[in-house]
């Protein structure tokens, strides 16, 4: 039986082989309506309700290291 632990990332990452790559940083300056600071569940889903009740807001989420990487992708969101 292959059991996986849940350590250094998720178990949702674990199970897919690993993290995704690393994006290239933002080139300079960007303008948007909202600039929303982690992408986490609380991040991820402000910036999903914004565009739906006003799909004309430019937003932009921003994540130091990757989506659901902190508590939102160890169960803890």
Known sequence: ???KK???VSFWYADMGGVPGYRAPLPG???VDVCII???FTGLWTAYYLK???PSLSVAVL???FAGFGASG???G
């Open 63 to 65: 994540e130091k290291e």
């Open 52 to 54: 739906q009740a006003q």
């Open 29 to 31: 300056n960007t303008d």
């Open 1 to 3: 039986m292959d059991v």
């Open 74 to 76: 160890r169960n803890g």
């Open 38 to 40: 982690g992408a986490g």
């Open 6 to 8: 849940n350590g250094a």
